[in-house]
């Protein structure tokens, strides 16, 4: 079974800069999420989608972050205009449960390395 | 406000011997404790979990032990393996959440040869 599917790996852009990342989560998991891991840090949850609505945006810097899973399969995160704050890995995440059932196990993607310059 | 805290970045064990990787948590409310390990420029692997209503779950040479009145959980790992080396992250689902995961701060264990 395929996991999930992340591009680019590594993207280095200067502040003010635009950058997108994409992700094609496993085959049938209606959950989609988008993670930021901050050097250190923990991934922090972004944006949670169930199939092509959003679940939780809470913590997503409306400002300069939106995301997308128009048909809800795979999903695009862009940042525009990025700042120095916002370099981090970008772990996209898919789970088969319906968000919130069976035991939590979220699959991870390898992530998307950005440095902001 | 950190809800689920790893105090220890590093933890470094011989060989054959036992790794104890601790977490702690704040939040009652959560129902599903979950451990992930990470190689370096990799994504979080999936480990092991433990439900809030039990004690204890063992995999193999994993054993995850939650203790609610104190609010943590700890991952034993025996032995440990020089291949166990990696960041190792707890994490904890809210009950009435839709499957977030709030994960802490990873703890680097070094399993030396």
């Known amino acids: 079974e395929a996991g999930v599917a992340q591009s680019p790996r590594y993207k280095i852009i200067e502040k003010r800069q635009s950058v997108a990342f994409w992700c094609n989560p496993i085959?049938?998991?209606?959950?989609l999420y988008w993670y930021q891991q901050i050097l250190g840090q923990g991934p922090k949850l972004l944006i949670q989608?169930?199939?092509?609505?959003?679940v939780d945006d809470s913590q997503l810097p409306k400002d300069r972050f939106s995301a997308e899973r128009l048909k809800g399969v795979d999903s695009t995160l862009k940042i525009q205009p990025a700042k120095l704050e916002d370099s981090a890995v970008y772990l996209c995440?898919?789970?088969?449960?319906?968000?919130?059932w069976g035991t939590g196990e979220l699959f991870f993607g390898e992530g998307s390395r950005l440095t902001v310059l | 406000d950190q809800q689920v805290k790893q105090n220890s970045p590093s933890l470094s064990v011989q060989e054959g011997r036992i790794s104890i990787l601790n977490c702690d948590y704040t939040?009652?409310?959560?129902?599903?404790f979950l451990w992930y390990k990470k190689y370096p420029a990799e994504g979080p692997t999936f480990l092991i979990s433990?439900?809030?209503?039990?004690d204890k779950n063992e995999d193999g040479r994993f054993t995850v032990f939650l203790n609610k009145s104190a609010k943590h959980l700890s991952l034993h790992i025996v032995p440990s393996q020089p291949g166990d080396s990696a960041v190792y992250f707890c994490?904890?689902?809210?009950?009435?959440?839709?499957?977030?995961?709030?994960f802490g701060k990873g703890t680097k264990l070094s399993v030396k040869p």
């Open positions: 995440a898919s789970s088969l449960d319906r968000g919130g």
């Open positions: 939040n009652s409310m959560f129902d599903y």
């Open positions: 433990i439900s809030s209503i039990k």
């Open positions: 994490a904890a689902r809210h009950g009435g959440s839709q499957g977030n995961l709030i």
């Open positions: 085959s049938g998991h209606a959950t």
């Open positions: 989608f169930q199939n092509n609505g959003v």
